[in-house]
């Protein structure tokens, strides 16, 4: 099984502020992978897939990149809306999600 | 307007069972793969079970294998998860998410708002 480890655990940062949100996977998942936002009482939200693609919808200050075992969510200046948990998911060798990265407000 | 909505979940003793149910709209439910996730709570996601379009290919995550069965009825857009021999390690939130593509190995494009079971004497 590909393990998926973000990092950091938690970012806190303030509004406007560029993050920058890590996921490795244990084997080369190809550019397969994938970014969600999930909020409190809420479902996850696909932003990203295939590593750079944003899904539909999905406002141009969400961006990714990577491939192989490294990849990288960056979101390029925070609204409000944007402090969440943030998950990648890979399906490059069946399915497996990362423990999550919390976005906090600084 | 793609929606999917859970039903079926609640307080059930350790040993017992549940069934759920995802009532699909807004797409062609046969062509997509659709995959059962679950969040504990607190916690992270958990791919629990995905099934092609066509109901043929089912797999399940080794946590559940054994004791829960996927299916769908394509004719009434649902999909279902029977869940026996409930644990408590089994409480979470249970939502069913349709696939970006055909594959049951994909990224998920639509949730539902999800279900909560919970396994407590």
């Known amino acids: 099984e590909i393990v998926l480890t973000q990092s950091p655990a938690t970012l806190s940062l303030s509004p406007g502020e560029r993050a920058t949100l890590s996921c490795r996977a244990s084997?080369?998942?190809?550019?397969?992978l994938a970014w969600y936002q999930q909020k409190p009482g809420q479902a996850p939200r696909l932003l990203i897939y295939?590593?750079?693609n944003r899904a539909t919808g999905i406002p141009a200050r969400f961006s990714g990149s990577g491939s192989g075992t490294d990849f990288t969510l960056t979101i390029s200046g925070l609204e409000p809306e944007d402090f969440a948990v943030y998950y990648c998911q890979q399906r490059g060798n069946w399915l497996t999600f990362g423990g999550g990265t919390k976005v906090e407000i600084k | 307007e793609v929606q999917l909505l859970e039903s079926g979940g609640g307080l059930v003793q350790p040993g017992g069972s549940l069934r759920l149910s995802c009532a699909a709209s807004?797409?062609?439910?046969?062509?997509?793969?659709m995959t059962w996730v679950r969040q504990a709570p607190g916690k992270g996601l958990e791919w629990v079970s995905p099934i092609s379009g066509g109901g043929g290919y089912t797999y399940y995550a080794d946590s559940v294998k054994g004791r829960f069965t996927i299916s769908r009825d394509n004719s009434k857009n649902t999909l279902y998860l029977q869940m026996n021999s409930l644990r408590a390690e089994d409480t979470a939130i249970y939502y069913c998410?349709?696939?970006?593509?055909?594959?049951?190995?994909?990224?998920?494009?639509?949730w539902g708002q999800g279900t909560l079971v919970t396994v407590s004497s």
């Open positions: 807004g797409f062609t439910f046969s062509s997509y793969a």
């Open positions: 998410a349709k696939g970006h593509s055909t594959s049951t190995n994909s990224y998920f494009d639509y």
């Open positions: 295939d590593a750079s």
């Open positions: 084997q080369s998942v190809s550019s397969y």
